[in-house]
């Protein structure tokens, strides 16, 4: 079997599953989904975090003894200007150089702001950056945030949080085949099919917070993620068979037909 790698920012990584910090129970619960899920990217909104004093911080102080990547999030800004002094407060922080372009302005619905969302990735990237901007379903605002330069595009898949799963598979399977880096779909999952899909679609991973940290047992539910991503995945790389109208026997009917 062929390495099937994946590779953002030059980084190999060994998990497909992006996890998000925030709405455990306690840190010991977070702490525990996070081993079960085996993800290696974690993400965090920066406004959560002591940035004076990063390793004191009540999030990240529970996850020193493990090689993870930290995804930080520009959770809270309106527009592209608070964004990219966000990512800069965290860069010179010393948290990552890693950043996901968050932008909202309508808060019931929390969906992306995409001309600000490029905008910001345009200059996050030529200062440097690795730039994951989360954004619409639109193939066509995806592929400008690729040509932006984005390290990997996080189109949603509905609003954040609302578990809703999918609503757009078209879309996000038009923005997979436009795509030249890895598209890893960010909000709006509800559970482990949901999950399947996605990556049956040939998504290159998927973040979640919600659906595992407001579980009834989050830890339970990082486990059937993790499994439903590797099997979604193997999925799609076996390939599944063509869809049909009408029925066909597996068994050669016409052998066995009696004459």
């Known amino acids: 079997m062929q390495a099937d790698d994946l ?6 990584l060994s998990s497909r599953f992006f996890l998000g910090t925030g709405l455990y129970p306690n840190p010991y619960v ?3 989904a996070i081993k079960a899920s085996g993800a290696q990217v974690l993400t965090f909104a920066i406004r959560r975090i002591n940035l004076a004093s990063t390793e004191d911080d009540s999030i ?4 020193e003894d493990a090689d993870y990547v930290y ?4 959770s809270g800004a309106r527009t592209a200007d608070e964004a990219v002094r966000i990512a800069r407060l965290a860069r010179a922080s010393g948290l990552s150089d890693w950043i996901k372009v968050e932008i909202s302005v309508n808060e ?3 969906l992306p702001d995409p001309i600000e969302t490029l905008r ?3 200059i996050l990237v030529k200062e440097g950056f690795t730039v994951l901007p ?3 379903d639109d193939p066509v605002i995806c592929k400008r945030l690729e040509e932006a330069g984005a390290a990997a595009v996080m189109p949603g898949a509905a609003p954040i949080g609302t578990g809703l799963g999918i609503l757009n598979p078209y879309n996000l399977g038009l923005i997979v085949e436009e795509a030249n ?3 890893i779909v960010d909000a709006g999952l509800g559970s482990a099919s949901d999950v399947t899909q996605a990556m049956e679609l040939g998504v290159s991973g998927v973040l979640m917070n919600t659906p595992v940290a407001k579980a009834k047992d989050p830890v339970r539910m990082a486990k059937a993620m993790c499994l439903a991503i590797e099997a979604g995945r193997l999925s799609y790389l076996a390939g599944r068979i063509v869809k049909k109208r009408y029925a066909s026997a597996s068994s050669g009917l016409d052998a066995f037909k009696l004459k």
Do not use: D, W
């Not at 590779?7 to 190999?12: K, N, Q, V």
């Not at 990240?60 to 996850?63: A, N, R, W, Y």
């Open 134 to 136: 989360y954004t619409s």
């Open 108 to 110: 019931r619905t929390l």
């Open 181 to 183: 880096v890895p598209i």
């Open 120 to 122: 910001a990735t345009e």
């Open 7 to 12: 590779i953002i920012g030059g980084r190999t």
């Open 71 to 74: 995804l930080p999030n520009t």
């Open 60 to 63: 990240l102080q529970h996850l």
């Open 30 to 32: 977070q702490k525990e």
